[in-house]
């Protein structure tokens, strides 16, 4: 697993944090300095997060679980819709239903209703019905999709969160740590770090910045699915040999059950003949 060095972070605009009368205190220690008002983060710290946090990622995903991966900014909605695909893994872009972590049900039966609605295009059933009911269904399923179609195939909560900007995406935040869902996050020095269990420092606004994190997290991720692949054939192939063995050793263990019978029946038969033997000889 490659991490970014220091000049791809620097060329990417990732030291550029804000304006210093915007920041947080709470972020003092991942900024280096302060130029023309603007504060400087610390790539070195950058780095050594970053990598923290894809290690962490690619463990969680080895063991089959699902990573959220949330960004309703302008500037990450497609980098995040594009590296999330590539990895198998659900997010949104669009505005963050409130409730959707703390209400999972209720968000999944919103799912279930696309299914149902896809459902009555396939069976017949929307041919029925009239051109007004069929205009009103579309629309409903229209609005589903571009909200909830990105996470159509989360069947359970996820085991954590991915956020860019975790001052814009702060409910989604709220919800995680209400959970008890670890969250993962790009922080910029004019956000909360104590909220975020996995706080990569870097400028949140820059597309090239959330690009070149997003790449080290998600070939983490791809890793991790790779590794989980191995680990499953090879599981396979042990349980194959186990059953080839016991295939091969149960017609062993047949023959000495058959056997065993035989040697008793020549042991007793011995036993009854040595007394006569004992009385012929005197």
């Not at 504060?39 to 990573?67: F, M, P, R």
């Not at 959707?100 to 059933?125: H, W, Y």
Request: hydrophobic share 40%.
């Amino acid at each position: 697993m490659a991490t970014p060095t220091f000049d791809q972070l620097l060329e990417a605009g990732c030291h550029f944090g804000h304006l210093k009368r915007k920041w947080n205190p709470a972020m003092a220690p991942y900024i280096f300095m302060e130029r023309n008002g603007i504060h400087i983060i610390d790539l070195y710290k950058t780095s050594a997060k970053l990598e923290e946090a894809a290690k962490a990622l690619k463990n969680i995903v080895k063991q089959g679980k699902k990573v959220l991966f949330v960004a309703t900014k302008k500037q990450a909605k497609q980098v995040i819709a594009d590296k999330a695909t590539s990895v198998g893994m659900p997010y949104v872009t669009e505005r963050w239903p409130g409730g959707m972590l703390t209400n999972f049900p209720t968000i999944r039966k919103a799912v279930k209703k696309m299914s149902t609605i896809d459902k009555m295009t396939t069976d017949g059933t929307f041919d029925t019905l009239s051109k007004r009911e069929k205009l009103q269904i579309s629309r409903q399923r229209a609005k589903l999709e571009k909200t909830l179609g990105s996470i159509a195939d989360l069947g359970r909560l996820p085991s954590a969160l991915f956020v860019v900007d975790v001052m814009k995406e702060h409910i989604a935040v709220a919800e995680a740590n209400r959970l008890g869902i670890p969250v993962f996050g790009i922080v910029d020095t004019n956000s909360d770090p104590t909220t975020v269990d996995y706080v990569i420092p870097a400028n949140d606004d820059a597309s090239k910045s959330i690009e070149i994190i997003l790449d080290t997290v998600c070939a983490a991720i791809k890793e991790g699915l790779e590794e989980r692949k191995v680990e499953a054939a090879d599981d396979a192939a042990a349980k194959e040999q186990a059953e080839a063995d016991d295939a091969e050793a149960a017609p062993r263990r047949e023959r000495t059950r058959v056997r065993r019978p035989r040697i008793a029946e020549e042991n007793a038969e011995k036993a009854e003949e040595a007394p006569e033997a004992e009385a012929a000889a005197e």
